[in-house]
């Protein structure tokens, strides 16, 4: 590959690979970025924001030169039952203007333009190669340190740290002993689907202005049953939507990616929305939701683990997280070439970055959410049927008094199930979602 030995090599040019791959060749490391897909991108998927805070702080003001769909003036909650949503949202026009909030983005093309960024810097980009062991190297009688990795075609990469952003199925974090086997209720598994669709039609769908982008979020019907959650994203001129929720959930009752995401597009809210639109693209994705107990050790002498396979996920947030911990890893290789100090010791300044992190915050505080959704998996759907119920009867016309309309509001209500029990429903949504 040109070097003999590369400061450190990368695994994986997702969000997270790319982000410590090109801030570790600003710092002039040699690095090296594996990719085992045709192009970056080709393998990965995403719900569709891309958030311009911790993306900038990798590159300022990537906005103008990378390959985003639209910046998102519209966010919306929808709580979806059979034939009605409940919606909360929010529409801020200062969102459409630099530096912006965030952007509608299509993986394929985003991926490959930010791997680019760390080529264009010195990074050694390989695509089509799939790093399937680590090599090492003994520092004692009984330690050893991790020196590389080994490709499918038996080719070793020399590095000093090895930088693992394998993604949520993370090989290699398991063979390095930093993670064992997740079990499906920490895991969820989420299908996309692009469909095309004329901007204009999209803007008028939307009620947006030419340019501007909206995404919904969505629990309930879509996820048949499931705790998870659906969306859409408006890009320039196709719509991407996802669906999905937690995977031992998903096979308990028997369902499929392709059920759930028929299921998805044929409630009558969301036909409207995507009608005449045409599918071009499919992909479906794990994704780790273990939450904090979940999180794997993040490193060891000549390692560190970023992004998914570190379970890097909040609530909705999982892309600029990955950003982030490839910036806190490259800062901390970069001090371990200049100390000349690979070891778990010197490398454990990445870990203490991430447990003292913003999102690290949000991580702990969702642990007794994620224990909540264990004990009542159908917490999603009651939500949303409840909420539902209670605005058909607050807006249908009746001819009685509005005291006696709340009255029978609360006893249906009270009937699906204690009233305790929706509102702890309740709390815990919100605060998987980050409102608490």
Known sequence: MGNDRYDAVVVGAGPAGSSAALKMAENDLSVALIER????????????????????????????????????VTDELWMMDKTSAFKVGFTGL?????????????????????????????????????ATDLVYHKTGLLNKKVDGIKLDTGEVIYANVV???????????????????????????????????????????????????????IIGYPTAGVVGKGGIW????????????????????????????????????????????????YKSHIIPKGGYENIPQLYDDGILVIGDAAMMVSGRRGTDLAMITGLYAAE?????????????????????????SFFMKNIKKSKSAKKYYKQHPDSDFLIAKAVNDAAYDFFRVQLKSNKEKMNDIQKELLNMQPLKKTITDLYYGWKDWGVF
């Open 37 to 72: 897909g045709k192009e970056p991108g080709s393998k990965n998927m995403f719900g569709g924001n891309i958030y311009r805070k911790p993306t900038a702080k990798i590159i300022p003001a990537f906005w103008e030169e990378a390959p985003l769909e639209r910046p998102l």
């Open 332 to 356: 901390t290789v970069a001090q371990a070439r200049a100390a000349q100090d690979f070891s778990a010791k010197l490398l454990k300044g990445y870990h203490k970055r991430v447990m003292n």
């Open 234 to 281: 408006t890009n320039k001129e196709s719509l991407s939507l996802i669906v999905g929720g937690y995977l031992n959930q998903i096979n308990n009752k028997g369902l499929n990616p392709y059920q759930m995401l028929y299921h998805f597009k044929n409630h009558p809210l969301i036909k409207r929305l995507i009608e005449g639109a045409k599918p071009i693209a």
């Open 94 to 130: 200062e969102f459409k203007k630099a530096p912006y909030n965030k952007f509608s983005a299509i993986r394929s093309q985003f991926d490959k333009w930010f791997a680019q960024q760390a080529v264009n810097e010195g990074a050694h980009l390989l695509t089509n190669s799939l």
């Open 163 to 217: 930088v693992l952003a394998e993604g949520a199925n993370a090989i290699l974090t398991k063979k390095a002993g930093l993670r064992g086997d997740l079990e499906a209720s920490s895991m969820t598994l989420y299908v996309k689907e692009e469909l095309a669709l004329p901007a204009k039609k999209i803007e008028e769908r939307f009620k947006l202005e030419p340019g501007e982008g909206a995404t919904i979020g």
